[in-house]
């Protein structure tokens, strides 16, 4: 959520600026007084807002995994041993769904997280997405 934060604010990634660096610098350049756990919360409503968008746009669960050679060894390299196991990839999946606050069976913010974000107007967008996943 803290990349999302810097990313949303333009902030380089190549200085490597911790956190509350980066915090203090947005709010010297708006103005606004930031506090950490407000960035965060920046992040997050950012985040979810983008899942909402994909998954307007058609995007769903089974699109969340990653290329199949993930999966499999490779001849070299930090995989060569121990490739990713699938099970535990999408049990990662559903854990990071639950931290966020978004279905575990759809990945869909739930209406209860987008209050608690302010961003309880998603939820109009979402009615198509929760209408085909019943």
């Given amino acids: 959520l803290w990349r999302t934060f810097g990313d949303s604010g333009v902030i380089c990634s ?4 911790t956190f509350n ?3 203090e610098m ?3 350049l708006t103005g606004w007084d930031y506090t950490t756990a407000e960035a965060l919360r920046l992040g997050e409503r950012v ?3 983008h899942r909402a968008y994909n998954l307007r746009e058609g995007l769903s669960v089974a699109d969340d995994t990653l290329p199949k050679r993930f999966f499999k060894p490779t001849p070299r390299g ?10 535990n990839f999408v049990q ?3 854990t990071f769904y639950e931290l966020m606050g978004w279905d ?3 990945g869909t913010p739930t209406t209860t997280k987008l209050i608690d974000l302010g961003i309880e107007w998603v939820e109009e967008e979402l009615a198509s997405v929760r209408a085909t996943a019943v």
């Fill in 104 to 106: 575990t069976d759809t």
């Fill in 78 to 87: 930090g995989l060569k041993d121990t490739p990713l196991d699938p099970e």
């Fill in 21 to 23: 660096q980066q915090v």
């Fill in 47 to 49: 985040v979810t807002m």
């Fill in 26 to 28: 947005m709010g010297h």
């Fill in 92 to 94: 990662a999946v559903e």
């Fill in 14 to 17: 190549f200085v490597p600026w």
